[in-house]
């Protein structure tokens, strides 16, 4: 990006002054270094994100952004609906609640990698990844509506994993005003056979251990220590999101269109919050948000299968569920009141930080776990939110490393065969269905994830608590 | 008669190669029709399904035909052994034989892999070609001559044995009483008839001597030949001997005339034989006959009461040659259709659903198979997976079958003059597909030249696919194919299963949206990728076909999975002649 247009303010920060159709300034976070090499259109869609009725603060770009459609991936915006705020489809994206999980083992990376293979093998096995996987499990119409309202404490009360995983979930496991009618008959055909798999494309699950620790306390609480083994996974609410992202993205547009809303950008359609579409979308969106709490639940479920009758030592336990294609109802602070606003998140995880009231009790000093997800193969990190995230981000950070090359062209730079060979090298078991798939998530495709997350703490979004490596990747 | 496997064009067996080297398959559809009727004709008879079905279910190349085809060096060996193993497998439908029909309408069906299809096209129309004009003569000739004995003379000018053979089969089923030719009775059991040879009289001193000769000889069913010298004075004869032969208890059946003016002959005989009390002798002829000149010889009130009718039947002189053609109608569940000029089929698999009215043929719709409309659809099963469908029915059942279809020709079509068309009318469903299968060929015409095809273009996080193509149902075509190719190599992917898709959108842009989406779902659900589309677009609806096969881990290896179609990046516009349609997909 052409960085004579944005003025440095200090702490890692750019901001895009006002100026045209825009209502608020954008802010873009990151060095000089990782917001020269974003796009162009990174600045223009925050310049647009700016544009839209009912924006507060600023129209934000996490030091991960990259060109998206409509918002930018690692935007953030918030509105307010009582200044005529508005709800964006293209705003939360198609895959609703995406987001990552870690899970504890309490075992050494010498103890599981003495049966890597094995562990990849089943894992790879238990939990369908990839285009046209079917999951094992199947659910009537009637029990789909349950889990649209329910979410990962309706998987629990089907005995898919334990009660004492829904305090550290994300909205304790259940967004609330979910409303399944609002959900099209396609978008919850489009779920069956989805549940419990993992998606295709970036999505993931790593068995990763702790290289590192940055900050001892917040490890401690988070229970995070060097050499130990965790779990990670990355994925969302599967056909159903992405359906009901489709089906009032096209909605929102129509619209706009026929209510005159000049918009700067089609994708970026919205609705007020305050009208009979933004509501319909809250209720469908909350209920797609749900389904990937249940599904992420039920992986999480797998995850404890395998690895009890690989380890009988372990003890899987949940860290922290955190999505980042949201948008959310929070207070925040606005010129000086709090207010209830709508919160996007697109490609950014919230960060509250410490003593919201809204984190589990064990995580209240520290704040919230932010997990990290790095490119294929490379690291991850944890992060915590702090304090001073509310006012530069609506406690928001960044959500992963960020692409910096095309999926195009990944594909004309590698061939999976040989990435997988060399992170074979280095001790890394590679599963995937496609080698394809592998060559366009190649790791040299993203941007240095140590660089993202470094100016994510120098801007004050949240603080590095520790790095993780994996050791076995299984890839959609 | 020869396995019949190299009894086919070399361009087959060159295209064969070229077919295999691309893996191209698929199962054909192949149907055998009628372009026009020759002038002066009515309508067209069915004939030859049953020799068609024997060659299929025999075909097979024997080891002499194999080394030969070694030995000339034209063909690989995917040619030869694919060649080596081939048996017909395909599917028959077909018009019973005797069925009258029309231009346009199909009396044969061959659904086959494309090789194989192809290979058997020469043979197929070689059989069904002679066999059906002859039968479309017979059965002029037999409309004319009304229910007078007729047979078959034509053998010896046939051209060639199997001729012979067959216009004897062909015009027994189109109403012919008999032949003369003694391998047709043998081969297909049908009545024999025959007198004597001129050659006969002149052998012996009178042809009174003669007449008695053969009489004593062959006294079953006697017909004396009058016409060696003089017709009147044979008559005279045969009169004599008659009544020579009565006293041996020998009785005179018939005469035949052979030459000159038949009618004057006839009457004139016929007063003789009257004259002389011979009432019941039935008089013959044969000599250059058809129907035209049977008409002629029964409006002049000959008493004929018998024809031979040869070279004019076996080489079905007025007409020597039908307009008909075996064309591809489809390919890989893709209708296909020929557009050249005075030459264009209608695509696809279709069915003749004739009506009637107070029992005689109405009108007939050219519609697809299963197609509801009304009437009786004419073409059924004869082979399934290379075996026959039911027994082949005698000749008889065929030949009274043929008689009821000529009984319900509409008075006029039974003339002799074509003048008279009979309705066959293309059904709308039908109108519509080759109306897609233009537009598909218009557009994948330009397959050839780079101006259709779809590209990837680079987005940050996803994809962006654009389709180019020189209608905006070309690029929406191939903007889909750049959705299959996110996934995996279109190029890889099978078109065996077919889905149908229809949308709306309101412009353009909204129209390439929803037609995305739509694609996007049904992968989705039926967890299938696509290879080939055909869309049709009108005005703010679009209909689409397409083909394609459930998503195979191991063989597609699939690659990001498209969520959905986004407004990024998206437009459909035209430049330079040329459609663009393209978005940002997110994966």
Known sequence: MDLSRLQEIGGSAWRLPRQGRMRVDGIIYGDRALVAAMDEKVGEQVANVAALPGIVGASYAMPDAHWGYGFPIGGVAAFDPEAGGVISAGGVGFDISCGVRTMLTGLTRPEVQARQAELAERLFRDIPAGMGQRGRLSFSEHDLDAILEGGAAWAVGRGFGLPEDLPLIEEQGRAAGAAPDHVSAKAKTRQRGEMGTLGSGNHYLEVQEVAEVFAAGAASAYGLAVGEVVVTVHCGSRGLGHQVGTDYLGEMVAWAEAHGLELPDRELACAPIRSELGGRYLGAMRAATNCALANRQIIGHFVRGVFAELFPAAHVVLLYDVSHNTCKVEEHPVEGRRAQLFVHRKGATRALGPWDPSLPEPYRPVGQPVLIGGSMGTESYILAGCASGEQRSFSSACHGAGRSMSRHAALRQWRGRTIVDALAERGIVIRSPSMRGVAEEAPAAYKDVRAVVDAAERAGLARKVARLVPFICIKG | ?587
């Open chain 2, 1 to 587: 008669m020869p396995s019949g496997l190299l009894s086919t064009d070399l361009y087959q067996l060159s295209m064969m190669q070229a077919y295999l080297r691309e893996g191209m398959t698929d199962t054909a559809v192949f149907e055998f029709f009628v372009r026009k009727l020759p002038k002066a004709r009515n309508f067209l008879v069915a004939a030859g399904l049953e020799q068609c079905l024997n060659y299929l279910e025999t075909l097979a190349v024997v080891p002499a035909e194999l080394e030969w085809l070694r030995t000339t060096k034209r063909f690989d060996d995917s040619v030869l052994d694919y060649l080596a193993g081939l048996r017909f497998t395909g599917d028959v439908d077909a018009m019973a034989e005797g069925t009258v029909f029309f231009p346009d309408e199909p009396i044969l069906r061959v659904m086959a892999p494309l090789p194989v299809a192809q290979l058997v096209e020469t043979r197929v129309i070689n059989i069904l070609h002679f066999q059906t004009l002859i039968a479309s003569k017979a059965a002029r000739i037999r409309l004319a001559a009304g229910d007078r004995l007729l047979v078959d003379f034509g053998y010896r000018r046939a051209h060639g044995a199997d001729a012979g053979l067959l216009a004897a089969r062909a015009s027994f089923i189109a109403g012919f009483d008999g032949t003369a030719t003694v391998a047709a009775g043998m081969a297909f059991g049908i009545p024999l008839y025959g007198t004597m040879a001129h050659s006969f009289i002149q052998a012996h001193g009178s042809e009174e001597e003669a007449f008695l000769s053969f009489a004593r000889a062959r006294p079953d069913r006697l017909v004396l030949l009058l016409d060696t010298y003089d017709t009147e004075r044979a008559a005279m004869t045969a009169v004599d001997v008659a009544r020579m032969l009565a006293a041996e208890g020998i009785a005179l059946h018939g005469i035949r005339i052979d030459s000159g003016d038949l009618g004057a002959h006839a009457h004139a005989v016929r007063a003789i034989l009257d004259a002389h009390g011979l009432n019941g002798v039935t008089i013959f002829a044969s000599g250059g006959l058809d129907e035209t000149e049977i008409a002629r010889l029964l409006a002049g009130k000959a008493p004929i009461d018998g024809f031979g009718v040869g070279t004019s039947l076996t080489t079905s002189s007025d007409a020597p040659a039908l307009d008909c053609a075996y064309k591809l109608q489809e390919y890989a569940g893709v209708a296909r259709r020929k557009t050249s000029e005075g030459k264009a089929t209608w695509p696809g698999r279709k069915q003749v659903f004739r009506r009637c009215d107070r029992g005689l043929f109405a009108t007939d719709d050219l519609g697809l198979v299963g197609e509801p409309l009304p009437g009786h659809p004419l073409l059924e099963p004869a082979m399934q997976a290379g075996r026959r469908v039911g027994a082949s029915p005698p000749l008889e059942a065929i030949r009274d079958y043929a008689r009821g279809q000529l009984a319900q020709l509409p008075v006029p079509l039974r003339g002799l003059d074509g003048s008279v068309h009979y309705p066959v009318q293309p059904s709308p469903e039908l109108r519509r597909l080759a109306a897609e299968v233009d537009r598909r060929i218009a557009g994948a015409a330009v397959v050839m030249r780079p101006a259709a095809r779809w590209e990837h273009f680079s987005h940050d996080a996803d994809v962006g696919i654009r389709g180019v193509g020189p209608t905006l149902e070309a690029a929406l075509e191939q903007v889909a194919l750049a959705l299959t190719a996110v996934v995996t190599d279109p190029a890889g992917v099978g078109h065996s299963q077919e889905a149908a898709f229809s949308c709306s959108g309101a412009g353009p842009d909204q129209l390439l949206y929803e037609w995305l989406n739509a694609v996007i779902f049904e992968m989705a659900v039926n967890r299938r990728l696509f290879s080939r589309f055909a869309v049709v677009v009108d005005g703010n609806r679009l209909t689409a076909r397409a083909w394609g096969e459930a998503v195979d881990p191991v063989r597609h290896e699939p690659a990001a999975e498209p969520k959905g179609a986004t407004y990024t990046e998206l437009s459909v516009h035209s430049e330079a002649g040329q459609w663009i349609a393209q978005c940002v997909v997110d994966v």
